[in-house]
Each structure stands twice: as structure tokens, then as C-alpha cells.
């Protein structure tokens, strides 16, 4: 009898000592457990924090980077891209070529300048209403007159929308956001016109004619001798201008003078700012010397003068340049009176053209357009 007990007395303890190895077995497992399952939480998290790390470094942060400050008011690398969707969306309906060399920087300005405006014209009693936004919006993108005919004004009204809606699809902007740029483009024009009430509508004007060649020596020399003996004695406008229409059809190198015989018509002074010291105090007949081409070094070009009128009404479009002219020059004086950031570096111009190219293709810098 006492051996069955000690029996079952070491068989109990046997089972008492496999469920403690069990236990402690099964303690070091849930731990191994807990442990793995923390590891694998913590990577997984890792991995999701980088994940949302690089969704707000490409995606979120970039867009919201200041790239200009007028007084109080910033831009950012978003902004500047919705204006020059709008930019490109003109582009493209002309028919043009985008470049992001040129209009990129082109943005930039006119961010500042636009800013400036907006600032500075309740001073000058300028503003824009609702009403005026929604007919400038409108005159644009609804359906011409012709096209409305026989139409229902609700089937007018929903083509409008469709249009309208499709076009800010294109720039990638918001109705507010566009409407906010036209206001700003309704506000320059408007102190535009009021800055330009200056430019007179009568002025000194000289009859320009102007032939571009390539720098040549004896052809130069050929040109001068076939437009001096072509002339003559006869010092006429009439016989100037047909004696110059017959020299560029034989010597120019520039389309758009071949086109127009090298008339560029009557011109006052800040026309051709670039080139008035080269023709304006020009005798009536005389020849200018030779005169670099600022667009093309490989050009070189000649003036002459047929006419010269002291009192001269302006043609309008040339009153529309002055205009714009003396706008440029309000705004140069103006950009004194505030305080102004504006920068574009190398990453910033990459990322924005990046952006743009997802919309439209666009010709990078340095390159020509196909």
C-alpha cells in the first residue's frame, strides 16, 4: 500500500512538474508572440509613416511652398501653376506652343504686378462686381449667338455649365480660384486704362521702314549703293517707300518684312523703345547705320524714314501699346511702395513644370518647339 502511494504520489508530481514545463513552454511562446506581433506592428507602422512621410513631402507639401509675398499676401507653387494652366489652356486654344523657359518666369511677374493691382486699386476707386465677373466669364465660354439660335435658354444655360465645367477641369482649378483670376486680369485692365488716360492721342510720328539681312559686308555694301541710286535726287515719301519695298523684297532676310515691303507704318516715339535712337532723329531719305537685331544676333537692320509729321493723331493700336506701356511703367515706380518676395529656384521650376506637363505637354528650356 505504501508503495502504491509513493507511486502515485511521484506520478502526480510528474504531471505537476510537465504542467509547470508546460506552462513556462506556453509563456515563452506568448511572449514570442506578443513580441513578433509588436516587431511586425512597428515595421508595419514604420512603413505606413514613410509612406504618408512621402505622400506629403511629393504631394501635399510642395504645392503649399510660398514662392511669392506681396506685403501680407503669399502665392504658392500651387497657385502659380493654376495660373499658368489658365496660360496654357490660351495657349493651346491658339494653336500655340507652350514654352516653360519663357512663361514660367513670365507667371512670376505677373503674379507680383497682378497682386500690386489688387492692392492698390480701392485707392483709385476701382473694383469689380459679381455681375461684372459673371459677364466676362460668360462673353468667353458661353455659346456664341449664332450657336444659340433656335435654342431653349435652359439647354444655352446647361451648354454654358458643360463648357464651363470642362474648361476648369482642364486648368485643374476650382470656379472660385478661376473667378478670382479674372477679377485680378478685369483689374488690370481697368487701372491699365486709367494710367494710359496720359498717353496722348496726338504726337511727333516718323513714316519707319526697316530691312534685316545678315551682316555681310559686300552684300551690305550692294544693298546701300541699289537703295541710294534708287532714290535719287527724288526725296518724296512715294519714291522712298517704293524705292525701300524694292531693296527688302531683294535683301531681307526677316518674313515679316518681306511680307510688308519693310513698312512698319507711322510710329511714335516708345513704339520701337529698343530702336528709337536708331530711326527717330533720322533725316527724311537718310539710312541708319547698322543696328543689332536684340532677338536674333544674327541679324542686322536698317532704317529709313519716308515721312515725318510733327502733330499726328495716333492709331489706335498704338495707342493700346503706350497704354500698356505706361501701366508697365506704374508698376515699376509702384513695386517701390511694397515689400516683395518672389523666387524660383532650380527644384521649384522642375516640380511646376512637372505639374504642367501633366496636363499639356510643354517645351522645356533650351529646347524648340516640334
Do not use: C
Not at 6 to 11: A, F, L, N, P, Q
Not at 139 to 148: L, N
Amino acid at each position: 500500500m505504501v508503495d502504491k502511494a509513493e507511486d502515485v504520489s511521484r506520478e502526480g508530481a510528474r504531471r505537476e512538474d510537465s504542467r509547470w514545463l508546460s506552462s513556462r513552454v506556453s509563456g515563452k511562446q506568448r511572449r514570442r508572440q506578443r513580441l513578433a506581433i509588436g516587431i511586425i506592428g512597428t515595421l508595419l507602422l514604420v512603413v505606413v509613416g514613410i509612406v504618408v512621410a512621402g505622400y506629403v513631402i511629393i504631394f501635399v507639401l510642395p504645392p503649399r511652398v510660398q514662392v511669392v509675398r506681396v506685403d501680407d499676401v503669399s502665392y504658392t507653387r500651387g497657385d502659380m501653376v493654376k495660373l499658368l494652366r489658365v496660360r496654357q489652356a490660351i495657349v493651346r486654344a491658339t494653336g500655340g506652343q507652350f514654352d516653360s523657359s519663357e512663361d514660367v518666369f513670365m507667371a512670376l511677374q505677373i503674379v507680383v504686378e497682378n497682386e500690386i493691382v489688387a492692392q492698390v486699386a480701392p485707392r483709385f476707386g476701382i473694383s469689380v462686381t459679381r455681375q461684372e465677373l459673371d459677364d466676362a466669364i460668360r462673353s468667353i465660354m458661353a455659346p456664341t449667338v449664332f450657336d444659340s439660335q433656335g435654342k431653349a435658354d435652359d439647354q444655352v444655360e446647361r451648354e454654358f455649365r458643360e463648357r464651363y465645367g470642362s474648361y476648369l477641369n482642364s486648368i485643374q482649378a476650382s470656379e472660385s480660384e478661376h473667378r478670382d483670376l479674372v477679377r485680378n486680369s478685369i483689374l488690370r485692365d481697368r487701372v491699365r486704362q486709367l494710367v494710359g488716360d496720359q498717353v496722348p492721342m496726338v504726337a511727333e510720328q516718323v513714316r519707319v521702314h526697316r530691312i534685316a539681312m545678315f551682316p555681310k559686308e559686300d552684300e551690305v555694301d550692294i544693298m546701300q549703293t541699289k537703295l541710294e541710286d534708287a532714290i535719287g535726287e527724288d526725296k518724296s515719301p512715294e519714291n522712298i517707300r517704293a524705292a525701300f519695298k524694292s531693296i527688302t523684297k531683294e535683301f531681307s532676310r526677316d518674313p515679316q518684312s518681306a511680307q510688308n515691303r519693310g513698312d512698319l507704318g507711322w510710329v511714335p516715339l516708345g513704339i520701337y523703345d529698343e530702336y528709337d535712337y536708331a530711326f527717330f532723329d533720322l533725316e527724311v531719305g537718310e539710312l541708319s547705320t547698322a543696328v543689332p537685331n536684340r532677338d536674333d544676333p544674327s541679324q542686322t537692320y536698317f532704317f529709313m524714314v519716308s515721312e515725318r509729321s510733327v502733330t499726328r493723331a495716333l492709331d489706335p493700336a498704338n495707342v493700346d501699346i503706350l497704354k500698356t506701356r505706361a501701366l508697365q511703367d506704374w508698376l515699376n515706380e509702384e513695386r517701390a511702395n511694397h515689400d516683395i518676395f518672389a523666387a524660383i529656384d532650380s527644384s521649384i521650376y522642375a516640380w511646376m513644370t512637372e505639374q504642367l506637363r501633366i496636363t499639356y505637354p510643354v517645351t522645356p528650356a533650351g529646347q524648340q518647339a516640334p
